[in-house]
């Protein structure tokens, strides 16, 4: 899915945290699992972001996306700018949506001149180059 937020929580422990929206099926998932993986886009990646926000491609959405899963079962979409995998160390029920802190255990990037994909009042734009 496409979470709301994604911050830098602490460096000691590395710890970040993300806010998706309470019951949705990645939620679940997420409590299950106690662990779960950011892929970070880049410009040009604009459609993954959008295909991740609906809820109606939920059964569909990795079909004819290449990613691994590397045997713990969180996916880390090729091509992306970076990932960070992370296991889950606390959890918040906020309003419409659950704040999950989780503790980095993997991380990635892509060694490709990208620009990461940024998203700004409902609109999705990238870093002015000056």
Same mark, same amino acid.
């Given at each position: 899915?496409?979470?709301? &937020?994604?911050?830098?929580?602490?460096?000691?422990? @590395?710890?970040?945290?993300?806010?998706?929206?309470? #019951?949705?099926?990645?939620?679940?998932?997420?409590?299950?699992?106690?662990?779960? &993986?950011? @892929?970070?886009?880049?410009? !040009?990646?604009?459609?993954?972001?959008?295909?991740?926000?609906?809820?109606?491609?939920?059964?569909?959405?990795?079909? !004819?996306?290449?990613?691994?899963? =590397?045997?713990? !079962?969180?996916?880390?979409? =090729? @091509?992306?700018? #970076?990932?960070?995998?992370?296991?889950?160390?606390?959890?918040?029920?906020?309003?419409?949506?659950?704040?999950?802190? !989780?503790?980095?255990? &993997?991380? #990635?990037? @892509?060694?490709?001149?990208?620009?990461?994909?940024?998203?700004?009042?409902?609109?999705? #734009?990238?870093?002015?180059?000056?």
């Amino acid at each position: 899915m496409t979470v709301s &937020a994604f911050c830098s929580v602490s460096l000691k422990p @590395n710890l970040v945290l993300i806010c998706l929206q309470s #019951g949705s099926q990645t939620e679940r998932m997420i409590r299950e699992s106690s662990a779960f &993986a950011v @892929n970070i886009l880049s410009q !040009g990646q604009e459609s993954l972001a959008k295909r991740f926000a609906r809820a109606e491609e939920r059964q569909t959405r990795f079909s !004819g996306i290449s990613y691994s899963a =590397n045997g713990d !079962g969180l996916p880390v979409l =090729n @091509n992306c700018l #970076g990932y960070v995998k992370c296991k889950v160390t606390s959890s918040y029920d906020q309003g419409s949506h659950t704040i999950f802190i !989780g503790e980095v255990t &993997a991380l #990635g990037y @892509n060694q490709s001149p990208l620009q990461p994909l940024l998203y700004f009042r409902r609109k999705y #734009g990238a870093l002015d180059e000056h």
